[in-house]
């Protein structure tokens, strides 16, 4: 009986780690369900991109309230969660406050980790205030009903649950320490759950060690299920933002690729020694599909970003389409896209890791044809994204199909694509006639 609270602790500790490496398996695949695309260029410049945007948030302070809001809850639950490495070696060592021999360096680390504790339960409250008292109107766009709306919430209700457990564990411990109880050394510095203490003292050394350990139980279990809870939330960001900015685009945001078949085929076309009529060279590529219709037409770069988006709508706010009340928001292209990839995933696990057709696909089931066409293709959205998400390439390779595959383009780019393929220029004015108006009195 003496080591069963240790075998309990380390079959959590398996089976909450287990069950994260699984999301993440299924993750992994989910993303390489993507077409492969070569990003090994310029790596000491991606490095630096990520360096920059996801570990030192400069895009986030774009917006300072937000900006500096977020920086605590980050840089909080980065070093809060040195204190859980201790947790979960006293759990599997039968140990108390194991750490302790650093001596005053541990007083430091402990009042540290309980001020950045209290600050992020304000910045905490402070987001929960901003969504639901002050009603941002970039949180209640209509991609943000249901799940996205609870999911912002409860993830703040986590974190304020974490953050006032861990301090509760360090005001009975404190009060333990005080009244000279057995394995409550007297160790550590609590400038604010010291505030806490006044609410025990009244309590037997048998209740406290109770309020102690089950708050203690309950901070390592929570933790766990927040890992867990990581996949089904937008805060997977958590994770992704560092390989999405390491992976993020490094050509000008203007400049667009181009489809190398169809670069060769211009370039013949203007080769006077070449022969249209030629039979294609064994090694010519020729895509099965111009541009994307669902998911497994995209790059694994661009679901990569699917997975990343946090849904904070900096890219909808500032979308000039959005502005203008058309259909369009780059935010919900990114969540469509997720959504899609995840219902694909859900029909492989389904079918024991093969894909079955189900009659849907991105395009029309997810997006709209009126949402791409609404598209400036300005990238004010990948501009301001704090992790380097590039909605717009999901927009052109979509938009890419629909003109290539489907000739589906509006009438007006039609007509213009038309003249420029008869006169070549987009007015509907043959060549010789195109300087008439410079002779008119």
């Known amino acids: 009986m003496q080591y069963l609270p240790n075998i309990v602790f380390v079959a959590l500790l398996i089976f909450g780690i287990g069950f994260f490496v699984k999301n993440i398996s299924k993750l992994k695949r989910n993303i390489f369900l993507g077409k492969d695309v070569s990003v090994s260029e310029n790596k000491s410049q991606r490095w630096k991109n990520m360096a920059k945007i996801a570990l030192g948030q400069t895009k986030m302070v774009v917006r300072p309230v937000a900006g500096i809001l977020h920086i605590i809850v980050y840089v909080g639950f980065i070093i809060i969660n040195i204190e859980v490495l201790e947790i979960i070696l006293d759990g599997i060592f039968g140990t108390h406050r194991l750490f302790a021999v650093l001596g005053p360096i541990y007083d430091y680390l402990i009042a540290s980790f309980e001020v950045l504790a209290f600050l992020v339960i304000v910045a905490v409250i402070a987001f929960w205030l901003r969504r639901n008292v002050i009603r941002l109107k970039r949180f209640f766009k209509p991609e943000m009903k249901g799940w996205p709306k609870k999911d912002g919430n409860l993830i703040l209700y986590i974190e304020l649950v974490l953050m006032l457990l861990f301090l509760t564990m360090n005001a009975a411990d404190y009060q333990l320490q005080q009244m000279g109880a057995e394995h409550y050394k007297a160790v550590g510095s609590f400038p604010v759950s010291g505030f806490i203490v006044p609410l025990f003292q009244n309590l037997s050394v048998s ?91 995209l790059s694994w770069v661009q679901l990569l970003n699917a997975y990343t988006c946090t849904e904070c709508g900096r890219c909808t706010s500032e979308c000039p389409a959005n502005q203008t009340g058309k259909k369009l928001s780059p935010r919900k292209i990114m969540m469509d896209t997720r959504d899609r990839l995840e219902e694909v995933g859900g029909i492989m696990d389904a079918n024991k890791g093969e894909f079955k057709a189900d009659g849907k696909q991105l395009l029309d089931d997810y997006i709209t044809r009126e949402e791409l066409w609404a598209c400036t293709s300005c990238n004010a959205c990948l501009e301001a994204c704090p992790v380097s998400i590039d909605p717009l390439s999901v927009i052109m390779d979509m938009r890419q199909y629909l003109v290539m595959e489907q000739s589906a383009a509006p009438t007006d780019l039609n007509n213009m694509m038309g003249n420029i393929e008869n006169n070549g220029a987009p007015w509907p004015f043959n060549q010789m006639d195109r300087l008439n108006w410079s002779k008119e009195s």
Do not use: C
């Open 207 to 297: 209740s406290l060690i109770l309020v102690e350990r089950a708050a203690w139980w309950l901070h390592i279990a929570g933790i766990l299920f927040f890992l867990n809870y990581l996949y089904y939330s937008k805060h997977l960001h958590i994770l992704l933002a560092f390989p999405n900015t390491f992976y993020g685009r490094l050509t000008p945001k203007g400049q667009f690729k181009n489809l190398e078949s169809v670069t060769k085929e211009v370039r013949m076309m203007m080769d006077p020694s070449a022969d249209p009529f030629a039979t294609p060279a064994d090694d010519a590529v020729v895509p099965e599909k111009f541009g994307a219709s669902d998911v497994t037409d």
